[in-house]
């Protein structure tokens, strides 16, 4: 089966300009997660989606990160606007199970450098 | 600190020998999982084992939880050159608030 796919693969921007990112997950998995990874660390769950409806964003920094995934399929992460410190690669994952009980698929992320 | 916290942050071994790498927590969990990265295939997913589980193996993979301690190990017997990855692992907590935490990861280095 397909993977996870993400695009584009790399961005730079300038800071306090705007940056999206797309992600398609596994055909058939409810569960979408986004996350950040900064260099030399773990990633960091940003938001999860369980089909369209947002299950935990606790971590996501609202005023000024957004995050949809309409019909419950496709999702794009948004940063208006960016800062310095929101250089990271950006990594979208689907799971066929809700919560963290089963396998999460990654996709190959974007990475992200802020100038 | 990290609700996960890997040990060693690096490791070198030459291929054959045995690496392990520990994994320590702070709060009850559901479920602790290892993932292993690296720049040819990302990030993947390893191992989950449950809180009610001791011991799991996969293949070359052994991972074992202790929940009195919080920790978990991860052996990877007759190490290869293809293993040479950074190893996390992630922890499922118990409760609200922040509920998936990935450790700051292990580098391994597996020298033929």
């Known amino acids: 089966e397909a993977g996870v796919a993400q695009s584009p693969r790399y961005k730079i921007i300038e800071k306090r300009q705007s940056v999206a990112f797309w992600c398609n997950p596994i055909?058939?998995?409810?569960?979408l997660y986004w996350y950040q990874q900064i260099l030399g660390q773990g990633p960091k769950l940003l938001i999860q989606f369980q089909n369209n409806g947002v299950v935990d964003d606790s971590q996501l920094p609202k005023d000024r990160f957004s995050a949809e995934r309409l019909k419950g399929v496709d999702s794009t992460l948004k940063i208006q606007p960016a800062k310095l410190e929101d250089s990271a690669v950006y990594l979208c994952?689907?799971?066929?199970?809700?919560?963290?009980?089963?396998?999460?698929?990654f996709g190959p992320g974007t990475r992200l450098t802020v100038l | 600190s990290q609700q996960g916290e890997e040990d060693p942050q690096a490791l070198s071994i030459q291929e054959g020998e045995n690496a392990t790498m520990n994994c320590s927590y702070k709060t009850s969990i559901n479920n602790l999982q290892w993932y292993r990265q690296n720049s040819g295939r990302g990030l993947v997913h390893l191992i989950l084992i449950r809180s009610n589980e001791r011991e799991k193996h996969s293949g070359r993979l052994r991972v074992t939880l202790d929940t009195s301690k919080k920790s978990s190990s991860l052996l990877i017997t007759a190490s290869r050159a293809a293993d040479t990855a950074s190893y996390f692992c992630a922890t499922d907590a118990k409760g609200y608030g922040q509920n998936f935490v990935f450790g700051p990861g292990t580098r391994l280095s597996v020298l033929p």
């Open positions: 055909s058939g998995h409810a569960t």
């Open positions: 994952a689907s799971s066929r199970d809700s919560g963290f009980e089963g396998t999460q698929y």
